[in-house]
């Protein structure tokens, strides 16, 4: 063992770090569930470290009246797979997301 090692086991640093993923993605599902923010405010602002690996499909569906019959054509009229994760998006793609998420807001 290195001198830079601890007593803690490696899996539970892995299960810790997992968790405060989990954690923060469901806390800005609530928010946008709730209406404290939107999802073009997630996509045109800073994406948090902890969110690039979130796909873009769980995202979308996390609003209100929007499920994946509503949120699969957006992503195919722009040609964006629903399984791209945030920090795969470009801005280009992100600010394409975040207009039509305006212009479609609880139709």
């Given at each position: 063992m290195s001198a830079t090692t601890t007593n803690r086991p490696q899996c539970l640093d892995a299960l810790d770090k997992a968790n405060e993923v989990r954690?923060?993605?469901a806390d800005v599902k609530r928010a946008?569930?709730?209406g404290r923010t939107t999802v073009p405010d997630?996509?045109?602002?800073e994406l948090h470290p902890l969110m690039?690996?979130?796909r873009i499909l769980d995202l979308l569906t996390a609003q209100?009246?929007?499920?994946?019959r509503k949120s699969r054509p957006v992503l195919a009229e722009l040609r964006?797979?629903?399984r791209r994760t945030?920090?795969?998006l470009t801005l280009r793609q992100r600010a394409l997301i975040a207009?039509?998420?305006m212009g479609r807001r609880d139709t």
């Amino acid at each position: 063992m290195s001198a830079t090692t601890t007593n803690r086991p490696q899996c539970l640093d892995a299960l810790d770090k997992a968790n405060e993923v989990r954690f923060h993605r469901a806390d800005v599902k609530r928010a946008i569930r709730e209406g404290r923010t939107t999802v073009p405010d997630v996509l045109l602002g800073e994406l948090h470290p902890l969110m690039e690996g979130m796909r873009i499909l769980d995202l979308l569906t996390a609003q209100p009246y929007w499920g994946l019959r509503k949120s699969r054509p957006v992503l195919a009229e722009l040609r964006i797979g629903e399984r791209r994760t945030l920090g795969s998006l470009t801005l280009r793609q992100r600010a394409l997301i975040a207009d039509a998420m305006m212009g479609r807001r609880d139709t």
